[in-house]
């Protein structure tokens, strides 16, 4: 798609700069790059009102479109309507980068094989109507050996912007006697309890040749230069290994000394932005802030809930005085920096003009998006649609 003004000048904004300084000053955007800063400008002006102007937020991990798909048990929606839905209210959050975390499982029904399959067929095809750039990021889980010929073809494809290793095998069964996981294990697979701890188990058997076929996609995706995470890393030895397999991500590791590991060898260490807004783990393991305070933190996801991404920085800003612009970019350049995507993730000549205005005066609210250049999204005035 291309921009239909060529010229946007965002004028009277408060623009976040990439040392971390908040300047009153301009943008020029050109072709969809930002071509300056703090110049007269060209083309169609853009009021920013004195708000706020940040680089737009890139998301390594969410899957809150998993709630549009299946927003009650039993109850399934078209993907297109899902996508299409998910990808405004990205745009809301202030998100212009997304990758949506699909999980690819053992488990029969939403998160199945059959799911995965309909699900990368369906954002191929509503993606011309999508306005974030979306990408795919994988969730392996490591015991579903039958379709990793299938992996790998789509690894080989390009399809897969993000692969990261999942093994939920022990948490699924320490959680056997919980009600509510259960119920939500249940609720997405169709199974009767006796038929999921029966599956449970099979899977469990086949420990011994998962190190091997990780070792196998691991291989395959860094040939291709896919970025690879391990997920829930459960100590130091774990992430090491992940990281001598070319995994330099680490999702959510468990405690300060993998997340020390982690940072020790140079990796990615990304944590929840949810975790960062409420101050507290849901599963009572690593909190954000707690990393963060100790350096452990490099990037926050919206995991399961889109506006935490938006939220998360000005709560840490002010709570754990640690600089605006530091919180701001583990929701943007550093995700970005993540991945490897160096065009973006911060308001500075040649990067990508992907650009949100925010209206910080009381609870932080999104008003306008410029995607690529383009002016996507705006609340109380026109935005320029795509031509």
Same mark, same amino acid.
């Given at each position: 798609m291309r921009s239909c003004h060529v010229s946007l000048t965002i004028d009277n904004a408060?623009?976040?700069?990439?040392? *971390?300084?908040?300047?009153?000053?301009?943008?020029?955007?050109?072709? *969809?790059?930002?071509?300056g800063v703090g110049e007269n400008g060209r083309g169609r002006r853009l009021d920013a009102g004195g708000r706020l102007v940040l680089p737009g937020a890139v998301d390594l991990h969410g899957d809150g479109f998993e709630r549009q798909l299946m927003p009650r048990p039993g109850v399934h929606f078209a993907h297109d309507i899902a996508l299409i839905d998910t990808d405004r209210q990205l745009l809301a959050s202030g998100i212009t980068t997304v990758f949506h975390s699909l999980t690819w499982s053992w488990e029969p029904g939403l998160r199945g094989r059959e799911a995965a399959l309909t699900f990368r067929q369906a954002l191929e095809a509503? &993606?011309?109507?999508?306005?974030?750039?979306?990408?795919?990021?994988? #969730?392996?889980?490591?015991?579903?050996?039958?379709?990793?010929?299938?992996?790998?073809?789509?690894? $080989?494809?390009?399809?897969?912007?993000?692969?990261?290793?999942?093994?939920h095998? $022990?948490?699924?069964? &320490?959680?056997?006697?919980?009600?509510?996981?259960?119920?939500?294990?249940l609720n997405r697979t169709g199974l009767t309890r006796e038929e999921f701890i029966v599956l449970l188990e099979e899977m469990k058997g086949r420990r011994g040749v998962i190190p091997r076929m990780v070792e196998r996609l691991a291989a395959r995706a860094a040939a291709r230069g896919i970025p690879m995470a391990s997920h829930d890393d459960p100590d130091p030895e774990t992430r090491r290994w992940f990281h001598e397999l070319g995994c330099r991500l680490s999702?959510?590791?468990? $405690?300060?000394?993998?997340?020390?590991?982690? #940072? &020790?060898?140079?990796?990615?260490?990304?944590?929840?932005?949810?975790?960062?807004l409420r101050g507290k783990s849901h599963d009572k393991r690593l909190t954000a802030r707690e990393?963060?305070?100790?350096?452990?933190?490099?990037?926050?996801?919206s995991d399961y809930?889109?506006?935490?991404?938006?939220?998360?920085?000005?709560?840490?800003? #002010?709570?754990?005085?640690? *600089?605006?612009?530091r919180c701001w970019d583990l929701v943007s350049g550093g995700p970005a920096r993540a991945v490897g995507m160096e065009d973006r993730g911060a308001i500075a000549p040649g990067k990508r003009a992907d650009i949100i205005i925010v209206d910080d005066a009381g609870t932080p609210t999104v008003t306008d998006v410029i995607v690529e250049g383009r002016h996507v999204f705006a609340v109380g005035r026109s935005a320029c649609a795509a031509a």
């Open positions: 408060r623009v976040l700069l990439p040392g *971390g300084s908040i300047e009153d000053t301009t943008i020029t955007i050109e072709d *969809g790059v930002v071509t509503v &993606r011309p109507s999508l306005i974030c750039d979306t990408r795919l990021h994988v #969730r392996f889980e490591t015991a579903n050996l039958d379709v990793v010929g299938e992996l790998e073809e789509w690894l $080989d494809q390009g399809a897969v912007d993000l692969l990261a290793f999942n093994d095998l $022990d948490l699924m069964s &320490r959680k056997l006697d919980s009600y509510d996981k259960m119920s939500g294990y999702e959510f590791p468990v $405690d300060p000394e993998t997340a020390e590991e982690a #940072r &020790r060898m140079g990796d990615a260490i990304i944590l929840g932005a949810p975790n960062a990393a963060l305070v100790a350096g452990l933190c490099t990037v926050l996801t809930y889109y506006p935490t991404l938006l939220h998360a920085p000005f709560v840490l800003a #002010r709570t754990l005085e640690l *600089g605006f612009g």
